[in-house]
């Protein structure tokens, strides 16, 4: 017998839902405010993305749990030019 799909027997749309349900907010839920797109500032937006992603950084290094870790690669012509 067929399923519906999924993982596990479970179908897709639940399965995406347990996934997801701490980090997307439902049009459903009373807080949700939409914003049409003409009304919406991109510059505040992103100001508002950033300041948020620096002090999730700041949290992170003060708790000392940042694993961020930067790997630097010499490019191919900075590489040739060494030789």
Do not use: N
């Not at 049409?36 to 508002?48: I, N, Q, Y």
């Not at 992170?60 to 694993?67: F, P, R």
């Amino acid at each position: 017998m067929l399923q519906d799909g999924g993982v596990g027997g479970v179908p897709f749309a639940s399965a995406a839902r347990d996934t997801r349900e701490d980090s997307v907010k439902s049009i459903l839920d009373p807080s949700f405010h939409y914003v049409p797109s003409a009304e919406t500032d991109l510059k505040k937006t992103f100001s508002r993305i950033r300041r948020q992603m620096q002090k999730a950084d700041a949290q992170k290094l003060a708790a000392g749990t940042d694993t961020t870790r930067v790997i630097v690669f010499a490019r191919p012509k900075e590489y040739a030019s060494q030789r």
